[in-house]
């Protein structure tokens, strides 16, 4: 790791005024330098402060698991040469910076609205938007949404085909956008809590916990010890409702309707263990700044153990039906591949990188809370295809079922929550949760009076949905509602 | 093919009597709040400032909109003298508005069922179009979860459908952001009258987290509304049992 930044472990802060600040050539070359030595970009925005704008990058160094630190002094004229041109990871991140905060980055390959706030631009979708557009003889346009045939959330996408095959796929999203930023930065406490439970609302916990965790960095508070086990706890049974469910929706997807009905009832029974501890089905108003606000009593823990040992043989079951399959399987394999090296050049995370043979996982890579007690080690494919994200699911399904077998019996005792306190001035905090849709980031920094100056959420989607993309290239267009499925990405999580 | 049927005999019948014969939910739920009339303590306004949404006024005892309500009890946790308390009563979706604004004195939601041509028209078949305007897949989850075997909300006459050229009415989620707006719109317009309007979930209702935000437009004022279903996200049980009380399908 170059001297030009500051090195930070998951889930820590430091004081802004320690983080050398490099003028934006410098800047930019040491982010891309530590891009080439395998970093991946995990957040990049910026700081309004008096003396002027600063630019924040984190990159992660999954090997040596910590997450390095750059700023860069962004002069008035608000322009610098962009890194997606050298480093497409970058693409999302960058936009968002042009769209959101004003600043430029020159010679960005494809520098398009990421989320269209309204605001700032006066457009509205998809009206005054011109799509990438394939010519040729025979080449012709599918588009599809914002709204969509089921209970789905919005979004807009535009294939560029010749017969069945997709040339091009443009996702176009920002129907969602709710301005979730601006109130996590700005809200009153309880509604910035509540913002967060709503970045995503199938990754409750996981975002709430990367909120906590940047807020009690930034506070220095002694979070204890059992408040980060329930948290984990929590967001295991988070992954398996989640997993458990996409399995079903893929075994729908392609008419075996048994293994959709059975997983589509066993994720609603492990939503309901989650409303028995904290109660809500998606886990909100468990996690708070400081610790959770509920306990698992032994009558919760005992009832949870018994109900997994038959929630464990009924996925044991329909897993064997799924994937037991041979016409399952025919539509599984060798369709929507996204090659390794695509992953690693866009930075895909979770189960679709795993499923892609990127050995990521921010519970091993990165533990923070119970993950430095509790070993996760990454499940891998390599083929990259919808049997690999399909197969990766059902692996960490049965790696949760363990770990809560394992871990419920022996919770670390102790109390739930502390008063979190108040932000220190002049700090800045990163946090990353491996959500089941995977790395999920919060970052946050203070200005001279404790105040937020910025507020950063990367949900995974943002790293994911050009991956998706590139997974349908060359496919056939009917493959994409299977496809789309596989990946399961949050349309929120992207738009914030 | 053995193997599919031994896991079907296992798995067993799924489906969940409606209404249920008890409340199966757990002691943790946090349904209808129940607020004990009397006045507070002079200037005691702890529980309006717990809120995140201003659900809560306190003048003139305290008053909780469940319109705007998120049911994360906070108000719960900082009242001193424990007036307000989360039942596990699901039964919340209400036909009027101002029957949401709960106060010590027993005012409650209420569905007034659909009468006469409504009646007639989708009392045992109801095809509803759902749009999400900024849902965060939390209300959009649970109204999936109606369709599956646990509720077989088809049992019900009841039905999702892809076009809303094929609906008799918009189910909306979300607190309609500005890009969303002019898409909602559009769906609106393009179900055939007579329709229903029903909308899910505290953002849908108020805007919920998000009320205020500068990115999001709201709910069009100009569309009347014909059922409320309060929630972050309503229970699976509470969306049920307001479509059915609405459809006059549920005794009094
Ligand atoms: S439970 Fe409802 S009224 Fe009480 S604090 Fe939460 S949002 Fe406000």
Known sequence: MSGSCKAMANGTAVVVGDVSVQPMPAFRSSVLEEGARGGRLVSLFPMEGPDGTLLFAFVAQDAMGTVALFAGALGSERTYPALTAQWPQAQAFERDLWENGGITPEGHPWLKPLCFPSLRSGQTIPADYRYFAAEGEEVHEVAVGPVHAGIIEPGHFRFQCHGEEVLHLEIQLGFQHRGAE???????????????????????????????????????????????????????????????????????????LPAASFFGRLRGDFLNLTQGLCGNRFGRGLVIPGGVRFDADPGWIDGTLKALTVLRRDMEDTAGLLFGSASVQNRFEGTGILYKDTAELLGVVGPAARASGCGRDVRQDHPAGYYRFAQVPPQMLASGDVY?????????????????????????????????????????????????????VHAAATDASGDLAAYKVTDPSIHNWMGLAMAMRGGAISDFPLCNKSFNLSYAGHDR | MIDLLRARLRQGYRTQPFPPATNPLPERFRGLPVISSGPCAESCQTCMEACPTGAITTDGGVKLDLGKCLFCSAC???????????????????????????????????????????????????????????????????????????????????????SPRHADGIVVTGPVTRNMASALRATYDAIPAPKLVILVGACALSGGTFAGSPAVAGMPTDIPVDLYIPGCPPHPLTILDGLLRLLGRLGK
């Open chain 2, 76 to 162: 719960a946790e900082a009242c001193p003298e424990g007036k307000i308390l989360f039942s596990q009563d699901y039964a919340l979706a209400s036909t009027s508005r101002e029957a949401l604004v709960l106060n010590g004195e027993g005012i409650r939601p209420k569905v007034e069922a659909l009468q006469g041509e409504m009646k007639r028209l989708f009392g045992r078949s109801l095809k509803l179009r759902q749009v999400s305007a900024g849902g965060c897949n939390g209300c959009e989850a649970d109204l999936n979860v109606l369709s599956t075997v646990g509720f077989d909300l088809g049992r019900f006459g009841i039905q999702f459908v892809a």
């Open chain 1, 182 to 256: 601006g109130l996590l930065r700005n809200a009153p406490a309880p509604r910035r809590l509540t913002t967060a439970e709503s970045i995503a609302g199938d990754s409750v916990v996981a975002h709430t916990t990367a909120f906590a965790l940047v807020e009690e960095a930034l506070a220095g508070a002694p979070v204890p010890a059992r408040a980060h086990a329930l948290r984990a706890v929590a967001l295991e049974l988070e992954r398996l409702a989640n997993h458990a469910g996409d399995l079903g929706a893929l075994a729908g997807d392609v008419g075996y």
């Open chain 1, 388 to 440: 690999a994200r399909a197969m990766v699911r059902w692996l960490e399904i049965q790696q949760s079922l363990r770990f809560l077998e394992d871990n419920l019996p022996s919770l670390p005792s102790g109390f739930l929550r502390v008063e979190a306190g108040t932000r220190q001035p002049g700090r800045i905090a990163v946090a990353l949760v491996e959500g089941w849709r995977g790395e999920t």
